[in-house]
């Protein structure tokens, strides 16, 4: 990032004000309209930079790249690449897209180039082949009533292999779930549609490369097996999982679905926004230590919008309240040799922090404002025709990085 002293850089593209996709961020993802099919594209303003017509015009002709590695449809083949050649890619595009850079701006092919997003359908951006909850100690224990079957897990990471079959893109309507729910003041076990739908408002992190199994993946080095970040709602059914034992068993309360954002913000978009993660001042197994563990100064917006109503804010979070760092969360993820593959999802849990009025869900929003009474609380859950919409940005000293948005509106059960 150019400090104060040099100045800002600023894009020959129109980028309107408070958006996302600056000449700093330039996330990565797939799309197609009526007239290209599915390829990976990277976002600008209301624009997608075409990386398959930008090959073609010849831009990146001195990187090692085959024809048609942006003409798949997932990023797979194109991460696995490794970060050198992705991160040449993508400051390539940033140099083309600077202000003082006439190449592409004058290009006859700019036209072809340059695509309008509002005209892109946004496509699942990797083939995710499996994907990981990580508990968070705000999740741990935020039963209704403080009821938990297992008492938190303070000295590691609390996680578990989730179901990529249902993680959805932005955009993709959730179809409320039903299961078993156990009836209130009693320990029968009905069944029917959740009555109790919230959201948890995470990151989740995209893996970028493979590793062997048996192998264990070290916090010091866990960065370089990660590629970027998405904005993740992993969508829970609070009365189903009480009737299931709470969120230490995640099964028919969870995976129905988890909606992601479409475009995938890369870390070296993020590096600036490090900060000093919360876990490095606990008392750490010795695979979880290490001397440069990070977080990131992410805002984090969740807002609701009625079948017939206005967009309303429902609470705001920061992924700086995270309590373990994204090393820490691989290093747990394989210090028993389980592997991971390019694609995977790995996600942060619920972030809030209640001293700061930060949450990240409805029940933490009831439990610690103040809604207790039963009618109270089932009135401020997910209702049919609801759309959920999160929203995460980074933004200091005048430069923002964002990650979009999460939209999804909750259709009755079938």
């Not at 150019?2 to 004000?17: A, D, F, I, M, R």
């Not at 490369?209 to 990660?226: F, H, Q």
């Not at 070296?268 to 977080?295: C, I, N």
Request: negative net charge; aromatic residues 8%; glycine residues 10%.
């Amino acid at each position: 990032m150019e400090n104060q002293k040099t100045g800002l850089l600023k894009s020959w593209v129109q980028v309107p004000q408070n958006s996302d996709f600056t000449i700093y961020n330039l996330p990565f993802g797939i799309f197609r309209n009526k007239r290209l099919s599915p390829r990976a594209g990277i976002a600008i303003g209301d624009k997608i930079v075409d990386l398959s017509a930008l090959q073609e015009a010849g831009f990146l002709s001195d990187i090692k790249l085959s024809d048609d590695i942006f003409l798949q449809e997932f990023l797979n083949p194109f991460i696995g690449l490794g970060k050198p050649t992705t991160k040449k890619v993508r400051e390539r595009v940033q140099q083309l897209l600077n202000e003082d850079n006439s190449d592409l701006k004058d290009h006859q092919a700019r036209g072809k180039i340059m695509v309008g997003l509002k005209e892109a359908e946004m496509m699942m951006p990797v083939a995710i082949g499996n994907y990981t909850g990580f508990v968070s100690p705000s999740e741990q224990g935020m039963m209704e009533g403080g009821a938990h079957i297992h008492p938190p897990i303070n000295g590691a990471p609390f996680g578990y292999h989730g179901r990529s079959s249902s993680v959805v893109l932005s955009g993709t309507g959730v179809y409320r779930p039903k299961g078993p729910i156990r009836s209130q003041g009693s320990d029968r076990l009905d069944f029917g549609p959740s009555k109790k739908l919230d959201f948890e408002m995470e990151i989740a992190f995209v893996v970028g490369r493979n590793d062997k199994m048996g192998e264990s993946i070290g916090v010091n080095e866990a960065e370089e097996y990660l590629f970027g970040m998405v904005m993740l709602n992993d969508w829970t059914a609070r009365d189903i999982q009480e009737g299931e034992g709470g969120p230490f068993v995640p099964f028919s309360s969870k995976n129905f679905a988890s909606s992601i954002s479409p475009w995938i913000v890369t870390l070296d978009a993020l590096e600036d926004f490090k900060t000093k993660s919360r876990a490095v001042d606990q008392d750490l197994l010795p695979y979880l230590q290490g001397k440069d563990l990070f977080g990131y100064d992410i805002a984090l917006e969740a807002y609701r919008k009625p079948a017939k109503g206005e967009e309303k804010l429902l609470c705001r979070s920061n992924f700086g309240h995270a309590p373990w760092s994204v090393q820490q969360l691989l290093a747990q993820q394989t210090i028993n040799g389980c592997t991971i593959e390019i694609g995977d999802l790995i996600a942060s849990g619920a972030i809030s922090n209640p001293d700061d009025e930060h949450f990240s869900s409805i029940v933490e929003m009831a439990k610690h404002q103040g809604a207790t009474a039963e009618d109270e609380i089932l009135n401020t859950y997910i209702k049919d025709g609801d759309t959920v919409v999160l929203r995460g940005f980074c933004e200091r000293d005048g430069v923002r990085v964002g990650f979009g948005e999460v939209s999804t509106k909750i259709l009755p059960t079938r």
